[in-house]
């Protein structure tokens, strides 16, 4: 069965640091997602992507944070410069098209010390 | 107004045991809703979900009632086993676009 992967599993980073998190979300998939989830709150929506453009954002993502597909399989989320508060799981997720459900990746572990 | 409520935080329910979730949302726009599960360490992943269009669907063990005037929706898991303890998230979007999560919900079935 195809899935979402997610590159590293633990990321440890010191603050102020720039860390690229990286997805292959599932090949036939046009739509992609960040999502993050700080240790035991919700999942809160990140960004989505479609068409090499950004589709919507949230307030968290600030000019701190970029996404990429730099090619044809891979779709990275980079913060610039981290900051405490950015340590958190982060999730990427893709869909088919706007009307089917999303897969999620199993997650990033990002730790900003 | 893009809030979902989710209720209880936590749940214990007995082996064989009826488990119930509730998600509560203001946004009347929101036309899909799905639950999804997460094992400790795993990206959550969708269990069930429902259009506004229908008042219950079913899959197996688990159940989506939906209540449209109320702005409620609910999932219940029939013959509870302990591999179901997980945390359950609903989840609602206009579409399938952006999902707005609710704050989950501890599920664990005691032997």
């Known amino acids: 069965e195809p899935e979402v992967t997610q590159t590293p599993s633990h990321q440890v980073t010191q603050m102020g640091q720039e860390v690229i998190l990286r997805c292959v979300p599932i090949?036939?998939?046009?739509?992609f997602y960040w999502y993050r989830q700080i240790l035991g709150q919700k999942v809160e929506f990140l960004v989505s992507?479609?068409?090499?453009?950004?589709?919507?954002k949230s307030e968290i993502f600030d000019d701190q944070f970029s996404v990429e597909r730099p090619d044809g399989s891979n779709f990275t989320l980079k913060i610039r410069s981290t900051k405490l508060e950015d340590s958190a799981m982060y999730f990427c997720?893709?869909?088919?098209?706007?009307?089917?459900?999303?897969?999620f990746g199993p997650g990033t572990r990002l730790t900003v010390l | 107004q893009q809030q979902v409520k989710q209720s209880p935080q936590s749940l214990i329910v007995q082996k064989g045991g009826i488990s119930i979730i509730n998600c509560a949302y203001e946004?009347?726009?929101?036309?899909?809703f799905p639950w999804y599960q997460q094992f400790p360490g795993k990206g959550p992943a969708l269990l069930i979900a429902i259009r506004p269009d229908v008042s219950e669907k079913k899959e197996g063990r688990f159940t989506i009632s939906f209540n449209k005037s109320a702005k409620q929706f609910s999932l219940h898991i029939m013959d509870s086993q302990p591999g179901d303890s997980a945390t359950y998230f609903c989840a609602a979007s206009t579409g399938f676009q952006k999902l707005v999560f609710g704050t989950g919900t501890r599920l664990l079935v005691s032997p």
């Open positions: 090949s036939n998939h046009l739509y």
């Open positions: 946004n009347t726009a929101f036309d899909y």
């Open positions: 992507f479609y068409n090499n453009e950004i589709s919507e």
């Open positions: 997720a893709s869909s088919e098209d706007l009307y089917n459900e999303q897969f």
